[in-house]
């Protein structure tokens, strides 16, 4: 039984984005935590998504470079920052519109978590983490 659970649990996690998910549920927990904190804490939901965005980027960059697409090339940091940027402005956008058909900003920032992390893994596997760029 141990063998066939290892066996299971080996061919899942040979999959990116079952890794990728993985790696982002640790920080995405941390994430909300934080972004929930702020919120509560008085901060406006826009500075508060700046303040978790800036949080995660390096430790994200080492774990996701790592564990999800087996690389360590330190040379990518500003591609994947741009990633950031981009899925910062989008959550932002996605944020703003829940807002205005007055969905609770709590609410609103879980269920925009897998789609934006969907959204992310694809940024991070076809501009950052690309094979050409495993081999430099």
Same mark, same amino acid.
């Given at each position: ?15 990116? $984005? ?11 927990? /941390? ?7 702020? %919120? ?13 965005? %800036? ?21 990518? $940091?500003?591609?994947? $920052? ?18 205005? /058909?007055?969905?609770? %900003? ?16 694809? $940024? ?13």
């Amino acid at each position: 039984m141990k063998k066939k659970i290892k066996k299971i649990t080996n061919n899942l996690l040979k999959h990116k $984005l079952i890794r990728f998910f993985l790696v982002g549920g640790l920080n995405t927990a /941390f994430g909300y935590g934080l972004f929930a904190l702020l %919120i509560y804490s008085g901060l406006t939901y826009p500075l508060a998504l700046l303040i978790c965005t %800036i949080s995660g980027i390096l430790f994200n960059f080492k774990t996701i470079g790592s564990f999800v697409f087996k690389n360590h090339n330190n040379y990518l $940091l500003l591609k994947f $920052l741009g990633v950031y940027v981009i899925t910062y402005f989008l959550n932002l956008g996605c944020l703003a519109i829940l807002q205005y /058909f007055a969905v609770n %900003i709590y609410l609103s920032g879980a269920i925009l978590v897998i789609p934006i992390g969907f959204f992310a893994f694809l $940024l991070n596997k076809n501009f950052v983490f690309t094979d050409s760029e495993i081999l430099q």
